[in-house]
């Protein structure tokens, strides 16, 4: 379901370090430039990268007209760093393949628990406590795409921290696409929930006008708000075009 750029596993740094030096040609190459290159792919084409480098650096290392300690210096110092590179990035491909089935085992015990709602709980805790303790991005990237391919797998209880995500990188789209996922299991939403939406939005507009910045977000944010009062939230926007709760209904979850 997901387009999400963040809907992939975090790549760290001996990764980024080669993806950062390949992005021109990523983006120069049309079967690559909508962003959805599968984690193996970018593994691939990082080995590739460095292995065009090896091979400069023999180019380099041919060449004659260089002198001999020059070129043995040169040969010494940068294929070092190019096997050290290679080695860091299988490494971490290692490692990205593990996460990535402790993620799908994790939601396939979900899918097929009698008790969905208490192993949902079971399974999420670790990655709320890597949250938690979480010092820098990857384990915050890291707690997002779990339960975006929760969310993605049909798992209702993931739904709403995927809009909490969106709502904070001001996609609306992709939060009116996740909220709605949520009626075929819940009544609504709740009273809190329906307040940090609404306050998220009204801050974003505030802002950017302040700002007197272009909002680019502003026709999904409508979007979500209408598709909101078609559901009987009573939603009112002022003449500062920002919203608000004229009137606030607690809704509950269906048992």
Known sequence: MSQLPWNKMVVNDGLRKVMAAITKDKNETQSHRNGNETNNELYRRAHLYLENLRDFVRAVDKDESIDDIERAAYRQKYISRIDSLDNEIDDERIKTIQKEKEMADGIARVLSSADPGTEWMKVLKPYMDNLRDARGPEKYD????????????GIPYAHWYVVEFCLDREDYAEATKRIELCYPEF????KTRLHRIVKTI?????????????????????VLMEKLRAHGYDIVKGENGQFDLSTQVT?????
Request: glycine letters at 2%; a negative charge.
């Open 251 to 255: 809704f509950t979850e269906k048992k």
């Open 202 to 222: 009204s801050n974003s507009i505030h802002v950017h006008k302040l700002s007197n910045e272009v909002w680019n977000s502003e026709e999904a944010a409508n």
């Open 187 to 190: 009544k609504g939403i709740s």
């Open 142 to 153: 890291e707690f997002f795409q779990f339960v975006v391919q929760a969310s993605d797998a």
